[in-house]
C-alpha cells in the first residue's frame, strides 16, 4: 500500500510512537539550560561530566591549533595522522590489548566490524538487547542472524550447537545493555567461545570509563579482557568526546582496515575531537578519574535507592543506568513530559528501542550531580509517579 509522508507520520503518533529532539542550551552538564530554564539532567551518557571539562576543551582547542579542523580524507587515503595514532596506542595500552583501531562512532563501528568479519555462510548469534547498531550491522553482513534471550548461556549453548555451521561463528553483545544497564555474563560467553571455536566481539559503550578499578570497562571488571577477540568501545558517553575504537590483535587489526566499509570510504575523526580523546583518557587513568568513577556508582547506588523506596519497579542492577519501569508507550511519554514541566529531562524509552510492554523511563546519573540533585528528583518523580498511577 502507498501512503503519504503526510499518512505515515500520523501513523507514527497515532501509536504513541512519535519521537523530536530537544535542545539543550549550552554546555553539557548535570544541569543544562533548555527554553531558558534550569533544568537537572538524567538521560545524558556524560557519565563522568567530561564534556564540559576543562582539560578536554583545552586539548580540543590546541590539537586544532596545531592540526586544523579536518583529517580531509579517509584514513586509507592520506586521512592519517598522527593523533590517530597516537590515539589509537592509548587506546591499546588502556585496554591491555595488542592494538585498537578508531571508527568515526559505535554505530559505524558496529555495522563495519561486523559485515567485514561474517558475510554468507556464517552465523551471528546476538543477545536479543543488544543495541540497534548490532543488529544493523548483523543485517549489512548477509550473514544467518540467530538472536538468543537475554543473557541465556544455557539456550546460546544450544544455538551454538544447532547452527553452527562450516562458516564463521562470532558471538556479539553489549557489556552494559544500553536500556537495562545490566552486565553480560562475560566469564560465560568467553567459555561458550572457547567451547564452540567462535569470535567474541563485545560492545562495551557504557561501560568504558566506567567500569573496572582502572574504567578499562566491563571486560576488566570480570577479568576477561585477554579473551575477548574484539572489544568494542565509544568516546562519546563517558569519556566525554566522539567516536569509537576496537581494541583488538594486531590480525584482526588488519583485516578490519581491509575490509571495514565504515573504516575504509568515510572521512577519519578530526583532530579537535581526537584531541578530547586524549584527554579524556588521561583522565580516567588517573586518581581523578578514581574519584569520578567512585562519586558515579555512589550516585548510582543512591538513587537506585531513593527510587525502590519510592515504590517503583526497577529491574536488578547496580549501573548508572537506572531504568524505571512504565509499561505503556503513552504513560511513559507523560511521565517524561511531565518531569520536564518540573525542571527534570528524563526521556521516556519505547519500541522500537525496547519491546512493546517494556517502555520505561531511562535515568541516568552523572558523578557530578549532587546528593540534592538526586533527593529533589526522586521527589518529584515519585510525585509524578503517583499521579500517573505508575506507583
Ligand atoms: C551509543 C551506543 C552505540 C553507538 O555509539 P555512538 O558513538 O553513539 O554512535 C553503540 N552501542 C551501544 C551499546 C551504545 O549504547
Redesign the pocket.
Known amino acids: 500500500m502507498d501512503i503519504t509522508v503526510q499518512e505515515e507520520l500520523a501513523q507514527i503518533r497515532a501509536r504513541g510512537l512519535y519521537r523530536a529532539t530537544r535542545c539543550v542550551n549550552g554546555k553539557q552538564g548535570p544541569h543544562v539550560e533548555m527554553n531558558g530554564r534550569d533544568i537537572l539532567m538524567l538521560c545524558s551518557?556524560n557519565y563522568l561530566g567530561l564534556a564540559d571539562h576543562p582539560a578536554l576543551i583545552e586539548a580540543s582547542v590546541r590539537a586544532a591549533e596545531q592540526y586544523g579542523t579536518s583529517s580531509g580524507a579517509s584514513r586509507l587515503v592520506s586521512g592519517t595522522m598522527t593523533l590517530h595514532e597516537l590515539l589509537e596506542a592509548e587506546i591499546a595500552a588502556f585496554k591491555d590489548t595488542e592494538s585498537a583501531l578508531i571508527f568515526n562512532?559505535?554505530?559505524?563501528?558496529?555495522t563495519g566490524i561486523i559485515s567485514a568479519l561474517v558475510g554468507r555462510g556464517d552465523v551471528i548469534f546476538s543477545d536479543r538487547l543488544?543495541?540497534?547498531?548490532?543488529i544493523d550491522g548483523a543485517l549489512l553482513s548477509s550473514a544467518r542472524l540467530i538472536r538468543y534471550p537475554h543473557n541465556d548461556m544455557r539456550v546460546l549453548e544450544e544455538l551454538l550447537i544447532k547452527h553452527r555451521g562450516a562458516g564463521r561463528a562470532l558471538i556479539v553483545t553489549?557489556?552494559?545493555?544500553?536500556m537495562d544497564g545490566d552486565l553480560a555474563p562475560l566469564s560465560e560467553l568467553v567459555a561458550l567461545k572457547k567451547t564452540h571455536n567462535a569470535v567474541l566481539m563485545v560492545?562495551?559503550?557504557?561501560g568504558s570509563g566506567v567500569l573496572g578499578e582502572n574504567g578499562s570497562g566491563t571486560a576488566e571488571l570480570l577479568e576477561v579482557s585477554d579473551d575477548v577477540d574484539i572489544l568494542?568501545g565509544?568516546?562519546?558517553?563517558a569519556l566525554g568526546s566522539?567516536?569509537?575504537y576496537a581494541a583488538l590483535s594486531d590480525e584482526l587489526r588488519e583485516l578490519l582496515i581491509n575490509r571495514a566499509r565504515s573504516f575504509i570510504f568515510s572521512t577519519s575523526l578530526p583532530p579537535a575531537v581526537l584531541g578530547a580523546s586524549l584527554a579524556a583518557l588521561k583522565i580516567v587513568r588517573s586518581a581523578e578519574g578514581k574519584r569520578l568513577r567512585d562519586a558515579l556508582q555512589s550516585n548510582a547506588d543512591y538513587f537506585r535507592f531513593l527510587l525502590s523506596q519510592a515504590g517503583f519497579n526497577l529491574p536488578e542492577g547496580t549501573t548508572q543506568i537506572i531504568p524505571v519501569l512504565t509499561d505503556q508507550a503513552e504513560t511513559t511519554m507523560r511521565f517524561s513530559g511531565m518531569l520536564l514541566e518540573e525542571g527534570i529531562f528524563a526521556q521516556g524509552i519505547r519500541p522500537p528501542t525496547v519491546p512493546a510492554g517494556a517502555c520505561r523511563l531511562r535515568c541516568t546519573v552523572m558523578a557530578t550531580h549532587s546528593r540534592q540533585d538526586l533527593e529533589w528528583a526522586a521527589d518529584r518523580i515519585a510525585t509524578v509517579g503517583k499521579v500517573l498511577g505508575v506507583i
Do not use: L, R
Request: aromatic share 14%; hydrophobic share 40%.
Open positions: 551518557n562512532g559505535g554505530y559505524v563501528a558496529n543488544n543495541h540497534a547498531s548490532i553489549d557489556a552494559v545493555f544500553s560492545d562495551d559503550a557504557h568494542m565509544t568516546f562519546g558517553k566522539f567516536g569509537a
